[in-house]
């Protein structure tokens, strides 16, 4: 448990550590927004291993970013990774902050990005797809923005394709995996009425989610059936970029029998609940799919969540496995303490200060 | 500036150079022996005065046409089409080929602002429609590469020649368990009955 005041470092703290997981900021703040003023340079390593198990593997991260040359340097045990998928993934972490109900209130980028950063987690394949994929949209974006020939925007079809079905086809799969998870979570925190996850494509409704050549052949006539719209708006209308990961509460219902959207009739409460519900969900999921206990960071959470709400997170963190928790609060919060056997730690001026174990 | 800054300079703009390098460069030159500067000066010089892109596939070479285009050895109803003048060297290493070449000079990139009009696209549809049996596609497997790869074969489909593409996956002696993310995903994608 790290505590200290406003502008001490606590967030900074946390972030440095979740940086060895993903290698990037997870306040979406860019790299060289990361450096400390007056410096040129930032660089964290961390020994990663089994909390239980001493005689486990260790693993040493190291990330330094140099702001004038731009350059970033992953290492893993002293050798520099080549590509970052190499990386990614070998910490494996959640983070639960104060702005998490954004994931479950706000656009459905926070959703994808959600989704991106867990799937990223545990499976390089999906990084280097996300990344090629990027890649030949962004290209592709530009040919439409410079209004070049038909052949030139559609010499980049092939490999948006043939990346963004496998993109879709993992996080259509991941879907269907942890909705159980998920309502399970839920209804844990709530104690209300149950919720479920929905992955919603751009272009095709419903189908085996495995089927990776079921989404290219889909994902081909979507863009055949839009390219001319593409063209005139000038960017690319459809695809994995454009999805949703919907939260529907499925007690209540539409006049169509639909399930009703959370970000629309759902209280403040029960997004609260959603997004904390998705954080365990996703430490579940990192738990099973690398085989072991995820770390989890708790960011100042005890401003936004109820005391009933953190108590349940921390009793299924705790319950459910004997990873490591970091928590961060402005005060030492005694009877989140009491939950598990934590190290004190207060943190002043971006200094760590002193250290008592609570019983 | 001194001349010593200049070449410090000069080496610093090489790829894979950084400015210590470049100085650790230089200094090793002016401690050695005058000579051994003044034949790199040459090389360097030899290399710049004599070595020019083929007027026929566009790789480099002393002599015009290439020594590749001129024998008559090679089958000049294969091209294979590749985007820089070092893939012909990576290629020729193999010993497997037999056909002639034709070199793109990059791949698309609209980001960089390089369209087919950048590209040696133009010249190898003249050469195809002299009558050519196959196009072999040899551009690199990334993103880049592949709409190139793409691109180029969209172009030569209304001539009717043969278009081919180099198979990719696993690297042959590799092992699976180093293999990156991309390199598996591609090889999973292009699996084949046995």
Known sequence: ?359 | MSVIDDLVDEFARLPGIGRRTALRLTYFLLRSAPDDARRLARAIDAVAERVHPCSVCGNLTEEDPCRICASPQRDRSVICVVEEPSDIAAIEASGEYRGVYHVLGGRLSPLDGIGPDELAVTPLLDRVREGVAEVILATNPSVDGEATATYVHRVLAPLGVRVTRLARGLPVGGDLEYADGVTIAQALAGRREM
């Not at chain 1, 703040?29 to 486990?56: I, K, N, S």
């Not at chain 1, 390089?124 to 949209?137: D, E, V």
């Not at chain 1, 970091?326 to 919060?333: D, N, R």
């Open chain 1, 1 to 359: 448990m790290i505590s200290g005041g406003n502008g001490q470092g606590k967030t900074n703290l946390l972030e440095a550590i979740y940086y060895l997981a993903t290698f990037r900021s997870f306040r979406g703040a860019r790299d060289e927004q990361l450096v400390r003023f007056g410096a040129d340079f930032f660089r964290v390593e961390g020994q990663v291993g089994e909390l239980m198990d001493a005689a486990a593997e260790h693993h040493t991260l190291s990330a330094a970013f140099h702001r004038v040359s731009g350059e970033k340097r992953v290492t893993v045990d002293g050798r520099e990774a080549l590509r970052l998928s190499e990386a990614v993934g070998r910490l494996p972490a959640v983070i639960f902050t104060g702005t998490d109900v954004g994931i479950a209130r706000g656009a459905p980028g926070l959703r994808r990005r959600f989704l991106d950063v867990a799937l990223s987690l545990a499976r390089p394949a999906y990084l280097a797809a996300l990344q090629q994929f990027r890649r030949a949209l962004t290209q592709r974006n530009e040919c439409l923005r410079r209004g070049s020939s038909a052949a030139e925007v559609e010499a980049w079809d092939e490999m948006l394709v043939t990346w963004g079905a496998v993109i879709v086809r993992d996080r259509a799969r991941w879907v269907r995996d942890n909705a159980d998870a998920f309502a399970r979570h839920y209804a844990a925190i709530s104690g209300s009425g149950p919720a479920r996850l929905v992955y919603v494509s751009g272009w095709k409704d419903a189908g085996p989610e495995d089927d990776v050549e079921e989404w290219r052949r889909s994902y081909g006539a979507a863009l055949e059936r839009t390219r001319h719209a593409d063209r005139l708006r000038r960017w690319t209308r459809v695809g994995p970029h454009r999805d949703d990961l919907a939260i529907e509460l499925s007690d209540r219902t539409g006049a169509r029998g639909e399930g009703l959207d959370l970000r629309v009739y759902g209280s403040g409460g029960e997004q609260r609940t959603a997004a904390l519900a998705l954080r365990l969900t996703e430490a579940e999921w990192l738990r099973g799919a690398m085989g072991c206990e995820p770390l989890a960071l708790l960011d100042d959470v005890f401003g936004e969540l109820d005391r009933q709400r953190v108590r349940r997170v921390l009793e299924l963190l705790g319950s459910e496995g004997r990873g490591q928790v970091i928590l961060s609060a402005a005060q030492p919060v005694d009877w989140a303490a009491e939950a598990r056997d934590l190290l004190q730690v207060t943190v002043e001026g971006g200094r760590l200060r002193s250290a008592a174990r609570v019983a």
